[in-house]
T-cell receptor
């Protein structure tokens, strides 16, 4: 079952611009995580936000969580070519497992 | 480098065959997770082991099985392979349960011909 749904499915921006990706989910959660995946490689954990947190920062990343709307957003500021990747949100669906969305494919154009 | 290792990197086999994928978690991590990633299904959770015991089950087919050994490495066995089993198989590990961040291995790309 898909819990997180990312939007947009694909995003192409110019280097230096900000990129915003959104994630919606269906059931209550304990936390929400964002991961990055470079083409064909393993996922890399970016940030975890707990259900009682509303915003979290890590370097150029800013994540917000709105539990009333069951949504989260990931903002990457001052994008770089190296940020080109797919970004996934993942929510805990109880039962000790993470459920990933389909991902947003981000392309940073030089 | 996440500290999670997976072997082999690539595997090409024929329909009906059986293969074993291996995963070594990060040092000290007790939980191991297996995921399947395909173009049409996305990233699907298969199964989790915690300190040798099955902890959670996802969309794992009956033809697939897994185990975690006393040294905490894990193996995913795929049998009676079908063309649709072609995918990237990832292993991830975490210190405890999925409430914590998971560290992913580089994956095994399985091609069934």
């Amino acid at each position: 079952s898909q819990q997180g749904e990312e939007d947009p499915q694909a995003l192409s921006i110019q280097e230096g611009e900000n990129a915003t990706m959104n994630c919606s989910y269906k059931t209550s959660i304990n936390n929400l995580q964002w991961y990055r995946q470079n083409s064909g490689r393993g996922l890399v954990h970016l940030i975890l936000i707990r259900s009682n947190e509303r915003e979290k920062h890590s370097g150029r990343l800013r994540v917000t969580l709105d539990t009333s709307k069951k949504s989260s957003s990931l903002l990457i500021t001052a994008s770089r070519a190296a940020d080109t990747a797919s970004y996934f949100c993942a929510t805990d669906e109880g039962a000790q497992k993470l459920v990933f969305g389909q991902g947003t494919r981000l392309t940073i154009n030089p | 480098d996440s500290g999670v290792t997976q072997t082999p990197k690539h595997l090409i086999t024929a329909t009906g065959q059986r293969v074993t994928l291996r995963c070594s978690p990060r040092s000290g991590d007790l939980s191991v997770y297996w995921y399947q990633q395909s173009l049409d299904q996305g990233l699907q959770f298969l199964i989790q082991y915690y300190n040798g015991e099955e902890r959670a089950k996802g969309n794992i087919l009956e033809r697939f099985s897994a185990q975690q050994f006393p040294d905490l490495h894990s193996e995913l066995n795929l049998s009676s392979l079908e063309l649709g089993d072609s995918a990237l198989y990832f292993c991830a590990s975490s210190a405890a349960d999925s409430y914590n961040e998971q560290f992913f291995g580089p994956g095994t790309r399985l091609t069934v011909l």
